[in-house]
């Protein structure tokens, strides 16, 4: 309940099919605006490579622009979806507040920076069509 309003959710005949979450880390540097992780990004099972996905991240990215994130940071297992999506990896040691924050009492794996999990930020590609930056 603590997150309800950070939560994006797909529904089909009254029932929740997806779901895609943000939480914004916190920046101790004054002069960066904080980062922002994009976390529970799940689709049910039987309608997932329909673009349900694709949707709920983008539309979690589109709510996340205001804060005018200095990155947008995901911890993921399926890091091709989300390169698809315009995310590149990143080394974990980027994200250590991140760690120390979410990681350290995870009892699946002792160590964060060896978990399988891979660390990925947002870095669209500039379109053909965007002008020099
Ligand atoms: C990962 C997940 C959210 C993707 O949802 P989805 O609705 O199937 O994704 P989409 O259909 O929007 O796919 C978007 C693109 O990513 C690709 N893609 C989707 N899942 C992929 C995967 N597991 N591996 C590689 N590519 C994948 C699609 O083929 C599509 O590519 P395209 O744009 O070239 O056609 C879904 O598979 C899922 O819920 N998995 C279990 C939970 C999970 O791993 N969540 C991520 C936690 S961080």
Redesign the pocket.
């Known amino acids: 309940m603590l997150h309800i309003d950070r939560f994006l959710v797909a529904e089909l005949d009254g029932e929740i099919v997806?779901t895609a979450s943000w939480a914004v880390l916190p920046e101790l540097d004054p002069a960066k605006n904080p980062s922002i992780e994009i976390q529970s990004?799940?689709?049910r099972e039987d309608?997932?490579?329909?673009?349900?996905?694709?949707?709920l991240v983008e539309a979690a990215l589109a709510r996340v622009a205001e804060f005018k994130p200095d990155q947008i940071i995901?911890?993921?297992?399926?890091p091709?979806?989300f390169e698809?999506?315009g995310f590149t990896p990143i080394s974990k040691d980027k994200i250590l507040y991140k760690l120390y924050k979410g990681c350290m009492n995870c009892s699946k794996y002792d160590n964060p920076l060896t978990c399988p999990e891979v660390a990925m930020a947002y870095a669209p590609r500039p379109r053909a069509t965007d002008g020099p930056a």
Not at 74 to 78: I, N, Q, R, Y
């Open positions: 997806g990004v799940s689709v309608l997932q490579k329909h673009g349900l996905g694709r949707q995901v911890l993921t297992f399926t091709l979806f698809k999506l």
